[in-house]
């Protein structure tokens, strides 16, 4: 089992995917399976680690003479090696099970919190008396849960799959982490938890929608990506700016004036609108695509390495397999090539993640 795959490798994650999540994914099908080992290969291996792992037409052609072995054996070995490193189906399950129930916990405990405050209901609370404002036990622990759990996804990032948006999550963990610390130490955190709330309100939706996409219930996951999709727009690019931008950026300045940690707060609060954007269209491609191909397709986010081995056909070896057909070796029948690939391939696998901008991480497709 690659538990290092898994973007939150805790405790907790250990210990649901022990004690509930395999009991549900053996119930609902997924199976508990080995992972296949390619042919140890010491050359092979070389190139695969150092240089690239999806060689080209010339490279194969090299290898292939100075191991002296088929070009198509030696694709097939890149292929298997590419899918030796994914995470099995078990694991995200896992994984998603374990945010599933964090974003879910944590929304139903910041809603109980803020239904009680005065500025959930009157955003000019916010400033009323700032900076001289207390900080309750229960929005203490509201901030550090959140914080917590930011930090874990900015170092396992660096571990994982890597992915196509590597660096827009890495920006979106930087302003996160920095929104949530730079608030709390400005003493922001009655506006601070009306941001998390506002991103915790979809994420528990995507992680539900991967669920039923890996358990293959293929209509649930179109039904839970539908929500989520709306969901998202509405609360990132109607009461995100409509909300929250408006209090921190004309309620404060009418209230308190602007300072210098304003100028910087408000900065990195227009960085995360423009994150929603990005990812707003992003979701929309999916929408769009799901709605011509009758399901959920992948998302353009996703793994350099997909998670299904259709997509580890690379465009460029597709001259190759049409030259070296005639070897007879049958290791890439029935993979999706040449433009169909290319589409799919452009896809990914991740669309979400929100606390002050989360990015969704739609695996929902893989």
């Given at each position: 089992?690659?538990?290092?795959?898994?973007?939150?490798?805790?405790?907790?994650?250990?210990?649901?995917?022990?004690?509930?999540?395999?009991?549900?994914?053996?119930?609902?099908?997924?199976?508990?399976?080995?992972?296949?080992?390619?042919?140890?290969?010491?050359?092979?291996?070389?190139?695969?680690?150092?240089?690239t792992k999806y060689p080209d037409e010339?490279?194969?052609?090299?290898?292939?003479?100075?191991?002296?072995?088929?070009?198509?054996?030696?694709?097939?070995?890149?292929?298997?090696?590419?899918?030796?490193?994914?995470?099995?189906?078990?694991?995200?399950?896992?994984?998603?099970?374990?945010?599933?129930?964090?974003?879910?916990?944590?929304?139903?405990?910041?809603?109980?919190?803020?239904?009680?405050?005065?500025?959930?209901?009157?955003?000019?609370?916010?400033?009323?008396?700032?900076?001289?404002?207390?900080?309750?036990?229960?929005?203490?622990?509201?901030?550090?849960?959140?914080?917590?759990?930011?930090?874990?996804?900015?170092?396992?990032?660096?571990?994982?799959?890597?992915r196509k948006d590597f660096l827009i999550?890495?920006?979106?963990?930087?302003?996160?982490?920095?929104?949530?610390?730079?608030?709390?130490?400005?003493?922001?955190?009655?506006?601070?938890?009306?941001?998390?709330?506002?991103?915790?309100?979809?994420?528990?939706?995507?992680?539900?929608?991967?669920?039923?996409?890996?358990?293959?219930?293929?209509?649930?996951?179109?039904?839970?990506?539908?929500?989520?999709?709306?969901?998202?727009?509405?609360?990132?690019?109607?009461?995100?700016?409509?909300?929250?931008?408006?209090?921190?950026?004309?309620?404060?300045?009418?209230?308190?004036?602007?300072?210098?940690?304003?100028?910087?707060?408000?900065?990195?609060?227009?960085?995360?609108?423009?994150?929603?954007?990005?990812?707003?269209?992003?979701?929309?491609?999916?929408?769009?695509?799901?709605?011509?191909?009758?399901?959920?397709?992948?998302?353009?986010?996703?793994?350099?390495?997909?998670?299904?081995?259709?997509?580890?056909?690379?465009?460029?070896?597709?001259?190759?397999?049409?030259?070296?057909?005639?070897?007879?070796?049958?290791?890439?029948?029935?993979?999706?090539?040449?433009?169909?690939?290319?589409?799919?391939?452009?896809?990914?696998?991740?669309?979400?993640?929100?606390?002050?901008?989360?990015?969704?991480?739609?695996?929902?497709?893989?």
């Amino acid at each position: 089992m690659y538990l290092h795959h898994g973007s939150d490798f805790t405790l907790p994650f250990l210990c649901s995917l022990r004690f509930i999540a395999k009991p549900c994914a053996l119930h609902v099908g997924i199976e508990d399976s080995v992972l296949y080992r390619v042919e140890s290969n010491d050359t092979l291996e070389k190139v695969f680690i150092s240089i690239t792992k999806y060689p080209d037409e010339k490279r194969l052609e090299g290898l292939s003479k100075q191991l002296d072995w088929d070009v198509r054996k030696i694709q097939c070995w890149f292929r298997h090696r590419r899918n030796q490193d994914k995470p099995p189906t078990l694991t995200k399950f896992s994984e998603s099970m374990w945010r599933l129930t964090f974003y879910l916990c944590v929304f139903c405990y910041g809603i109980r919190f803020l239904w009680l405050t005065p500025w959930f209901w009157d955003t000019r609370q916010c400033w009323q008396n700032y900076p001289y404002q207390p900080l309750s036990r229960e929005l203490y622990y509201y901030y550090i849960m959140e914080l917590a759990f930011y930090w874990s996804l900015m170092f396992s990032q660096f571990i994982d799959v890597k992915r196509k948006d590597f660096l827009i999550m890495f920006v979106h963990h930087l302003a996160t982490i920095g929104l949530i610390t730079f608030s709390y130490i400005n003493n922001m955190v009655r506006v601070g938890t009306l941001v998390m709330c506002l991103h915790d309100s979809s994420d528990f939706l995507l992680e539900a929608a991967k669920l039923a996409n890996y358990a293959k219930y293929q209509r649930l996951c179109d039904t839970l990506f539908v929500i989520f999709s709306a969901v998202f727009m509405v609360t990132r690019l109607g009461i995100y700016p409509l909300w929250i931008l408006n209090t921190t950026l004309f309620e404060s300045w009418e209230m308190i004036g602007p300072y210098p940690s304003w100028w910087l707060f408000n900065g990195l609060l227009l960085v995360l609108q423009v994150l929603h954007v990005i990812w707003s269209y992003l979701i929309a491609r999916i929408a769009f695509k799901a709605l011509i191909r009758g399901k959920v397709s992948k998302d353009d986010r996703s793994d350099v390495e997909s998670s299904s081995e259709e997509e580890d056909e690379t465009t460029h070896t597709n001259n190759l397999s049409g030259r070296s057909s005639s070897n007879g070796a049958n290791c890439v029948n029935g993979h999706m090539t040449g433009s169909h690939w290319a589409e799919e391939h452009g896809t990914c696998k991740a669309v979400g993640n929100p606390l002050f901008g989360a990015s969704p991480h739609l695996q929902s497709c893989d």
